[in-house]
T-cell receptor, first 114, second 114 residues
């Protein structure tokens, strides 16, 4: 069972609204990520963080911003939502470790901007 | 050089068949190759992974075959079941994944017919 939680699961919001997608993990992982997933499946990295007070832009340009004030919390904010922001947003975390390396993903937030 | 190519984009097999999903990479610095499985409404979950020092790894009905010289790896699902219907992503990373992000393939949507 994944210990990474995303809220809300679904969100329908009007154009121009400010929204924050929440992501929290209880595993103590330092590194966290936000991915945008197309309806056609492909995963696009939009933001990541190495730890508290660290934020980096990913491979796909995004109008969203992130913050990392606490290790367990990595929220994503859209200041002014537009229909082009309609997508699924996946949060993930990882930690340096031995053996199997991998990301733990949350269940995602499906955002629809009308 | 950071790309991971994946094929086919979609795949339909009958129950009991052996679907094969192929991935290819260019960067020889990649040293860890995981596969993720994603069910509708869920985030991707780590399924199985391989390092380039072995040519094959099996976990239950899932097998990764790795061809280092060809820079290719593939996922085979033995005795496939309708419950295996999901989207599968291959990925690659180098070094300690703490420092390097995973590079994901574009995904393969698998349907296993009863």
């Amino acid at each position: 069972e994944a210990d990474i939680y995303q809220t809300p699961r679904y969100l329908v919001i009007g154009t121009g609204k400010k929204i924050t997608l929440e992501c929290s993990q209880t595993m103590g992982h330092d590194k966290m990520y936000w991915y945008q997933q197309d309806p056609g499946m492909e995963l696009h990295l939009i933001h990541y963080s190495y730890g508290v007070n660290s934020t980096e832009k990913g491979d796909l340009s995004s109008e969203s911003t992130v913050s990392r004030i606490r290790t367990e919390h990595f929220p994503l904010t859209l200041e002014s939502a537009r229909p082009s922001h309609t997508s699924q947003y996946l949060c993930a975390s990882s930690a340096p470790g031995q053996g199997v390396r991998g990301y733990t993903f949350g269940s995602g937030t499906r955002l629809t901007v009308v | 050089q950071q790309q991971v190519k994946q094929s086919p984009q979609s795949l339909i097999v009958q129950k009991g068949g052996i679907p094969i999903i192929n991935c290819a990479y260019e960067n020889t610095a990649f040293d860890y190759f995981p596969w993720y499985q994603q069910f509708p409404g869920k985030g991707p979950a780590l399924l199985i992974a391989i390092r380039p020092d072995v040519s094959e790894k099996k976990e239950g009905r899932f097998t990764i075959s790795f061809n280092k010289s060809a820079k290719q790896f593939s996922l085979h699902i033995m005795d496939s079941q309708p419950g295996d219907s999901a989207t599968y992503f291959c990925a690659a990373s180098m070094g300690d994944n703490y420092g390097q992000n995973f590079v994901f393939g574009p995904g393969t949507r698998l349907s296993v017919l009863p």
